[in-house]
């Protein structure tokens, strides 16, 4: 059993920072992909950033310069470090892994349960 649980949203005033964090827990020999989606109402969940597979990190576009993914290993932890926070990047934050359970195991996604962070005017 694998689970992804986030931490950190909130309520916040524009201008503002929030960190979240997810940690992922269970059964798990390797983890190949990790990192922060977003779903706003009435919109597709999107991403916001992530550790690919070859070690590089994707941001979107709309947070680039403000958020900053980062990670420790030894923890399987991933933490999304938000400056300057918009009324925009109100949404429900979601952690995403794609990992192995053991090393005979293909890869398989896991979604944690979502955080919201809300960002007023």
């Known amino acids: 059993q694998v689970q992804l649980v986030e931490s950190g949203g909130g309520l916040v005033q524009a201008g503002g920072s929030l960190r979240l964090s997810c940690a992922a827990s269970?059964?798990?020999?390797?983890?190949?992909?990790m990192g922060w989606y977003r779903q706003a109402p009435g919109k597709q969940r999107e991403l916001v950033a992530d550790f690919t597979s070859g070690g590089s990190i994707d941001y979107a576009d709309s947070v680039k310069g403000r958020f900053t993914i980062s990670r420790d290993n030894t923890k399987n932890t991933v933490y999304l470090q938000m400056n300057d926070l918009k009324p925009e990047d109100t949404a429900n934050y979601f952690c995403n892994a794609d990992l192995k359970r053991a090393r005979w195991f293909p890869n398989e996604g896991y979604w944690g349960q979502g955080t919201q962070v809300t960002v007023s005017s």
């Open positions: 269970g059964r798990i020999f390797s983890i190949n992909k």
